[in-house]
């Protein structure tokens, strides 16, 4: 007999939609055999929109420089144990030299909350990109900003841009972001996605005092939002953060959501994450048959790598080219087919700004 998760999942599957109640159930209940459900029928999803296709990012984290102290991230401010570093304009061009090169067709400048990188700074570095490559999009990644810069940014030619929501629900965000406010988190997200930007949100699965409810409200609330790109990754406790007695968030866990969203949002554009990665030697197929459809391999430069250290990972000193070759290898082997294409979502037209 068909169970009460097996048919939830069904539904959820042919209607792209749950309630926040039906899904605190999947979560609760569901078992190994409904797993394997919930991948094939997420997997199915993803090729009906996307075909086979995994679009690649590079990554270029160009400051780990941050005015925030959010508990569980080793680049929190108060965390005086890290070196910081910041690449200057030339080297950022570099890495989009290199990448450029490789076929990258995107590139996703990520950092803390650093106020040295101004709106005049950015703004000249993201113009300088889209001139030298005119056929790449630029993704930014870069925290909270004011209205004001959102829109100089995209005006200066950012096409994309990613801020994770953390966590749905405003008790537990206050907990983990002191000084931080849930509301204009939101308020960000708001903007980014009236401006006209593919909009990317997100959260941190395995996060202290997470509730099954809180994970549906995460979900529930993305549902709501209907971003272009998700962001989902198990927490790596960081040993010189206040969370380092908690335990790292399940990879069973952070996949179970991934494959709901790609569910809940058929066409949305979802990363296997890094943190996925880092976990288990298998992560990123795995994201894959969860239903994930990008992969954003790293194109920072080693020792600067070595200290974006928002969790410890297993830094390879391999040259971008390297690692690029083996993150291929793995998509291919697990099935899949690598696009170096923008990688655009569906509903991208570029407008101008009033
Ligand atoms: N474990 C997992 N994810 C983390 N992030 C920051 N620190 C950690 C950590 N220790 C995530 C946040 C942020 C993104 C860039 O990285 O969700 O938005």
Partial sequence: MKTKVAELITTLYQDNTLSKEELVYILDHIKQEEMELLFNLANATRKAN??????LRGLIEFSNYCKRTCQYCGLRCAN???SRFRL?????LACCYQGYELGFKTFVLQSGEDDYFTDEILTDIIGEIKQKFPDVAVTLSIGEKSNSSYRNYYE???????????????????????????ANRRECLENIKVIGYQAGAGFIVGLPGQTSEILAENLVYLKE???HMIGIGPLIVHPDTPLKDYSNGSVEQTLICL???????????????????VLVPQGLKGGLQAGANVVMPNLTPVEERKKYELYQRRISADESKFLLARIEKCIEEAGYEVDKGRGDHKSFCRTKLE
């Fill in 80 to 82: 005086v144990k890290r």
């Fill in 88 to 92: 200057t304009k030339e080297e950022i």
């Fill in 156 to 182: 200066a030619g950012a096409d994309r841009f990613l801020l994770r929501h953390e966590t749905a629900t405003k008790e537990l965000y206050d907990k983990l972001h002191p000084g931080m406010s849930f």
């Fill in 225 to 227: 939002f209907k971003p």
């Fill in 259 to 277: 494959a709901l969203t790609r569910l809940l949002l058929p066409d949305v554009l979802l990363p296997s994450t890094t943190a996925l990665n």
């Fill in 50 to 55: 996307y075909g086979s296709k995994v679009f």
